[in-house]
């Protein structure tokens, strides 16, 4: 009897038991995805952003972003033949769904974790990936260049690949995308660049007549006899691509004419379609069918809301961009809990310049569109007039400094170290030619973490000591952060580069009365023999871990540029070894800097240098990553105890 109840209650229930089987279950690659019928893609949608939902709760990554470009992600790959076909995302921080299309779905759990999925697209990972991700406003120049090479390829193979370029209207403030829409007009490659705007940053047509203009231009009866038209004009010798321009010109002028607005694509001779509704699928595949296929650059505007899907995250994007581990039921944030911890570097860099800004009146801040990210909305929130994003244009960023400084203002131009790469020659040709007193706080140098080699700030050190008349420095800890930020803003200090990392520091009693610091000095943190370890920045106290118990000697170098030659000298006549321990790449770093005086001035100790290998460093906790380069407590303890042996 028993069993035969057992029988009727698990055929009865055992499939209420069971997990509801999902589309998304058998969804292996987008060919997959294109089995299913249009109608079933919103079920798609809905599954797919509850799974981004779902996974970044517990393993935190760049939420708000993703959840906007759903819908947009199936549509794109529910049209296009990838990976043959060619999609390129701008940044990346958009393209979870993606990866959860394109075979990651089991794996998605990894996302950004040591040695698990990348935390940005890369064709390193997957062929669906089409090219690096990490940097803002690279898309549609990378795309117009496969493009051009698919357009190439064609004549030889007679099928030409499509490619499409996935860029949002923050990436658009960028001056390369704009490089790569001027050389866009002037191609005849079948490019279409997807708008996604999540701000309404581009006027949005008002109006029936916007709705006639996107099925008109979308329709396959009037693109079927445009390129028929097009294909006769160009038999006859009357359509050249000078004038195939002016046809161009002269339907986006009657088009203005009939909606009374007009666009920078419009006038950049692109084809331009929308704006539409970023979030309705069957909408967005319709209008995708009939556009790929069309010749010459183009491009599709459409308006999405970053964190759709999750209330808490449409009503606050930029806190939701990435954040961290909440509870999904309830929509609020895990913070870290515990005993009182030392505050963030960029929070103690966002007080103390308010603390400055209030004593000096000419102090301005500046930022590429990351005041929230390096904390200066601390001084935005009171000195408004004085606060400055300029968007994702870090070069911009340094010039617009540089010229406020011209001009008697002392700007503080705060930069992710990585993206301040992408300011070179503005800071050469524009600050430092002059001496002008910017100070570029680079934030984030080092190891970043889980956002991997894109944002790793491994570079600067040894890009920047190269360039005359700058001061580089480096705090060991948030103490010292103050003190060089108050130093640099004194009297003719010239251009001043304070690094430092990501994360919290060290110290809970930070906030101390500022003080000036010399420049050029470093100090001797602690007195030793055999060996002196040389560090630059808060690697300092990692090193000052590894030190404890072995006699070693501790020299905080505290400035790159100038160096302390006496500091220097005094290792050089008093240790036969020296360990330098740095946050940067190796070459060319301090450690090159520290043997280049010593070989410069007579000098010949045993030198180790520590630092970033020469390869780009994967994803993983800082923690995690400084294993595996060497540069954690034990590590730096090895090799002070080798160098130890080797002295004697």
């Known amino acids: ?23 998304l279950q058998h969804i292996d690659s987008p060919e997959d995805l294109r089995k299913l019928p249009v109608e079933q893609l919103p079920q798609v949608c809905s599954e797919l952003r509850a799974l981004i939902i779902e996974e970044c709760a517990h393993n935190p990554g760049h939420l708000a972003s993703s959840l906007g470009a759903v819908e947009l992600t199936v549509a794109l790959h529910y049209v296009f033949s990838t990976p043959d076909d060619r999609i390129v995302w701008d940044v990346g921080h958009q393209a979870y769904g993606h990866k959860i299309l394109t075979g990651r779905r089991d794996q998605f759990s990894t996302n950004r974790k040591f040695h698990g999925i990348r935390p940005f697209p890369s064709p390193e990972e997957s062929p669906y990936d089409s090219f690096a991700c990490g940097h803002a406003s690279n ?13 190439l390829e064609a004549r030889a193979e007679g099928v030409e690949r499509k490619v499409v370029a996935v860029i949002g209207d923050g990436a658009m403030s960028g001056g390369l995308a704009y490089e790569g829409l ?16 999540n701000n309404m940053s581009i006027d949005r047509s008002v109006g029936g007549m916007k709705h006639y203009l996107l099925r008109l231009q979308t329709s396959g009866t009037y693109n079927r006899w445009r390129f028929s038209t097009a294909k006769r004009l160009w038999r006859w010798g009357i359509l050249n691509d000078s004038r195939r321009r002016a046809v161009i010109r002269f339907s986006n002028s009657l088009k203005s004419l009939l909606t009374h607005q007009q666009n920078v694509f419009e006038g950049m001779d692109i084809r331009y379609f929308g704006p539409t509704d970023g979030h309705d ?8 069918r009939r556009i790929k296929d069309m010749r010459g650059p183009k491009l599709l505007h459409l308006h999405t809301v970053k964190g ?11 806190i939701w961009h990435a954040p961290g581990k909440f509870d999904v039921e309830s929509g609020e944030r895990i913070s870290e809990a515990g005993a009182e911890q030392p505050p963030k570097f960029q929070d103690v860099f966002g007080k103390t310049l308010l603390e400055l800004a209030r004593e000096n009146s000419k102090i301005v801040g500046v930022t590429p569109a990351m005041p929230t990210g390096c904390s200066m909305n601390i001084m935005m929130s009171h000195f408004p007039e004085r606060t400055f994003d300029v968007g994702i244009a870090e070069g911009h960023a340094v010039t617009f400094s540089a010229g406020m400084a011209k001009d008697g203002l002392q700007p503080f131009c705060n930069i992710y170290s990585a993206f301040a790469q992408r300011a070179y020659d503005n800071i050469i040709h524009d600050a430092a030619l002059l001496r002008l007193p910017v100070v570029l706080c680079l934030d984030r140098a080092g190891l970043v973490g889980e956002d991997g080699p894109t944002h790793h700030g491994a570079f600067d050190l040894a890009a ?51 003080q000036e610091l010399p420049i050029g000095r470093g100090r001797r943190l602690r007195d030793g023999k055999d060996v002196a370890v040389i560090t630059l920045g808060p690697i300092g106290t990692e090193a000052a871990r590894a030190i404890e118990g072995t006699g070693a000697a501790h020299y905080d170098l505290r400035f790159l540029k100038p160096l302390d030659e006496e500091l220097l000298r005094e290792v050089a006549e008093r240790f036969p070894c020296i360990l330098t321990v740095e946050d940067g790449c190796r070459i060319g770093g301090m ?4 043997v280049e005086w010593m070989s410069d001035h007579g000098y010949s100790p045993k030198i180790r240098r520590l630092g970033l290998p020469d390869n780009f460093v994967e994803h993983g906790s800082v923690s995690q990553l400084r294993q595996l380069v060497g540069l954690d407590a034990e590590s730096i303890r090895h ?5 130890k042996e080797q002295g004697n």
Request: aromatic share 8%; hydrophobic share 45%; proline share 5%.
């Open 281 to 288: 699928v069957v909408a967005l595949v319709d209008i995708l």
């Open 308 to 318: 759709k899907g999750l209330v808490v995250a449409e009503k606050s994007p930029t």
């Open 139 to 151: 898309s549609i120049s990378a795309a117009l260049g496969m493009a051009t090479a698919a357009a």
């Open 639 to 643: 090799e002070i105890e080798h160098l």
């Open 464 to 514: 920047l000591r190269c360039i005359p008349g700058l001061t580089i420095a480096s705090p060991y800890d948030e103490v010292e952060l103050r003190n060089l930020m108050y130093t640099a803003q004194l009297e003719g200090k010239g251009t001043f580069v304070i690094r430092y990392p990501r994360g919290r520091g060290s110290r809970t009693d930070w906030h101390q009365p500022m």
């Open 591 to 594: 450690g090159s800097a520290i």
């Open 182 to 197: 001027n050389n866009a007009s002037e191609t005849t490659g079948n490019l279409l660049i997807v708008l996604n705007d």
């Open 1 to 23: 009897m028993f069993r035969f109840s057992l029988f009727i209650f698990i055929c009865i229930f055992a499939p209420e038991m069971q997990e509801k089987e999902t589309l």
